[in-house]
């Protein structure tokens, strides 16, 4: 039945891309109803200065609900950057690099790769982990400070994998070392203990806001590692000083960030959001595991609460399974091209009929095409 949907006249669809993702309804709405008129101040809050005070108060909100959200103790500073995930794939290593000569990588997918190949401009880089397959199933190395060198300047993992769907739940002991992970795609879906890391990064089209943006915690004292040649914009003590504000900020993103942040202390905070991702994935893997039709080649304990994966009993199948769905409402589900298959990324904002949708279009495709 066609319906209104954020103001466009559609069949209601369930948006499964990797990223950018959808945002929360709400949050749209929200940024909707006041996209003209911010504040009663007669403009649009892109349109307004960024050093004005009402946007600063923004800023220093949004700043502090994510501080609430993660518990991010004090002594860790937040900064909005630019340039997503891959621009700190480049700022890390520049701003830890006179920590030591030396990054320890474990190699759990495709965006370890990158991060490692953009590391390895600026230090040594080192493989200390990487997926090892159990019974035809992907698991990945446990680490444990043993394995690490403790003169590194930092240890570098990715907590989830986007686009092979492998979740690492525990956090690598690295002792001494900085621990630093790209937490890009499951940042803020569940509770973590920022005090275990040096400095987690994400871009924000996953779990946070639009794309462009991303959110780095530091502990602070890293802030004084960087090499001298580091991009001004990209350097984190000068970030710190600045306020993320050293050169104009994506302050439209950073104000749908807020938004995003508001929306999920309304759903219980990650504690809250945590038991409805936990619910979502386990409806979407039943559905993988009760069928002999449809297959997840990841290991259980690192099965990704986030991008589940999964695959048709034959490629040429492939194709009918997107169109067939695109057209049942349900978009973006084709795997990355480097996998196959398909993904159903389920991050924050994918409400539980989006999933059910999903399983019910699923069990209905097996019956087709078995
Ligand atoms: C999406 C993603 C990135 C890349 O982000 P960009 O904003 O495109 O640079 C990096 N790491 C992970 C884990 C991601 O999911």
Same mark, same amino acid.
């Given at each position: /039945? ?7 006249? /559609? ?6 891309? !990797?990223?950018? +993702? ?36 923004? !800023? ?9 959200? *993660?518990?991010?103790? $004090? ?5 909005? !950057? ?32 990158? +991060? *490692? ?5 600026? *230090? ?12 035809? *199933? ?10 690490? $060198? ?22 690598? $002991?690295?002792? $001494? ?15 973590? &203990? ?17 794309? %462009? ?10 802030? &004084?590692?960087? /090499? ?28 749908? !960030? ?13 504690? %809250?959001?945590?038991?409805?991702? +936990? ?62 298959? /398909? ?28």
């Amino acid at each position: /039945m066609p319906l209104v949907f954020f103001g466009r006249k /559609m069949t209601k669809i369930y948006n499964f891309c !990797a990223g950018p +993702a959808m945002l929360p309804v709400a949050v749209m709405q929200k940024a909707q109803a006041e996209f003209l008129d911010w504040q009663s101040m007669g403009r649009s809050v892109m349109e307004i200065s960024h050093r004005s005070k009402e946007y600063i108060a923004l !800023a220093e909100t949004a700043e502090q609900d994510l501080k609430d959200l *993660l518990c991010v103790p $004090d002594n860790y500073k937040i900064l909005f !950057a630019q340039g997503g995930g891959r621009g700190q794939f480049s700022a890390v290593p520049m701003n830890l690099h006179g920590n030591g000569d030396t990054v320890d990588f474990l190699m759990s997918g495709s965006w370890s790769e990158g +991060a *490692l190949k953009e590391a390895s401009k600026f *230090l040594k880089t080192n493989v200390v982990g990487d997926i090892v397959m159990q019974d035809g *199933l992907s698991t990945v190395s446990s680490i444990t400070a043993a394995q690490i $060198d403790q003169k590194s300047a930092y240890f570098h993992y990715c907590s989830n994998e986007t686009i092979e769907g492998i979740e690492i739940n525990d956090i690598p $002991d690295c002792g $001494d070392v900085p621990l630093v992970v790209d937490m890009s795609s499951n940042i803020l879906s569940k509770p973590i &203990d920022v005090s275990k890391f040096g400095v987690i990064y994400a871009g924000a089209q996953k779990n946070i806001g639009p794309s %462009g943006l991303s959110v780095v915690i530091v502990r602070d004292d890293l802030l &004084d590692f960087a /090499m001298p040649e580091t991009p001004t914009f990209l350097h984190y003590q000068t970030m710190a000083n600045y306020n993320s504000m050293y050169n104009t900020p994506p302050t439209y993103s950073w104000y749908l !960030a807020g938004l995003v942040f508001k929306w999920l202390k309304e759903q219980g905070g990650v504690e %809250g959001i945590a038991e409805k991702n +936990a619910e979502k994935a386990a409806l979407l893997y039943k559905c993988i595991d009760e069928s002999d039709f449809y297959l997840n080649k990841v290991h259980p304990d690192f099965r990704s609460k986030m991008n589940p994966t999964f695959h048709l009993p034959n490629t040429d199948l492939d194709a009918v399974f997107v169109k067939e769905s695109e057209k049942a409402g349900l978009t973006a589900l084709k795997g990355h091209r480097s996998i196959g298959g /398909m993904r159903a990324s389920i991050y924050n904002a994918m409400p539980i009929e989006g999933v059910n949708a999903l399983t019910e279009f699923m069990q209905n495709f097996a019956r087709k095409y078995k």
